[in-house]
Structure formats: C-alpha cells, structure tokens
C-alpha cells in the first residue's frame, strides 16, 4: 500500500475539504504545462506513462525511483501544496484512466485535453461537440472502435477534460 506522508495528507485534505472553490478552478493540464512541462515531457499523460513507475511507494520516477509526491513535497518544481495535490491527482487519474485515449484515439486526436478545448462542450449534463451539437455519447458508439465499456470510460476522460478549462 503506497505511503503518504503526513504534510502531504494535510495539503490534501486543505485541497479537498478548504478550498474546493480552487481546486474546481485550476485546470491541471494547464497547470502542468506551466509549471512542469519546461523540463519534462509537454503533455502530463506522455510524463506519467513515459517517465513515472506505479509502485509500492504510489507514482515514482522511473530514472531516480523516488516518490513523486515525497519530490514534490521537497519542493521539486516550487509547488504550492495545494498545486502539488492537484498535479499529484491529476497524474493519479491519468494512471487510472489507463492508455486508452493513446491507443485508440491519438492517432487522428493530439490529447484528451487539446480535444476537450477546441472541439467539446458540456450541455446541462451531456457531453456535446462544441461546433457540431452532436452529442458525444452517441457519436463515440460509432467512432474510434471503441466497446460500450471505453465509451463510458472515453465520456468521462472527455468530460474531465473539459471541466478543467
């Protein structure tokens, strides 16, 4: 089970319980490509899949075998904790979301998140081509061969990406 230590637990629990306005407001690709992206790779799911490792310890370089969160909290990168949580999250849900954005829909779309800016919006609850009204849900049963399972998880990788304006 990974470890997490104790000022990490309390930026989260500052992240989550006192300032959900700021963690709602922050986009973290965004926040990636500002704040780390001038070292590492551009894009936060290239660095978590290409140069992170899912271990014991939770995410950890694959070079140094250090824990990202214990390299954060040393002040790698000169995060906010708050900012730190996000990004931590973040790599998180890309980890969890697995590489299916990658390996069916990178060869026509550049990234999850350049497509949810340009070409998504959310309507009420659903999920909508920002230019063409079509709604996603629909559109991706037919589109990329994708089962009924990775539509579901597609919409919802979509649909965090376009929250995180």
Partial sequence: MPRISLPLLTALLTLFLAAPARAQSVDPHRLYEERCAGCHLPHAGDFVW???????????????????????????????????????????????SGQLFRQKCRACHVSARDLARHSLIMREDDLTGRYTDRD?????????RLTPEQVAQMLEVLKRATANR
Avoid: C, K
Wanted: aromatic fraction near 4%; hydrophobic fraction near 50%.
């Fill in 136 to 144: 996603i849900a629909a559109f991706l049963v037919g589109h990329g």
């Fill in 50 to 96: 290409q140069d992170l490792a899912l271990t014991q310890e939770g995410l950890t370089g694959q070079r140094s075998g250090r824990s990202v969160a214990a390299m954060l909290e040393a002040g790698h990168g000169r995060l906010t904790p708050q900012d730190a949580a996000i990004l931590l999250a973040h790599f998180d849900m890309i980890r969890a």
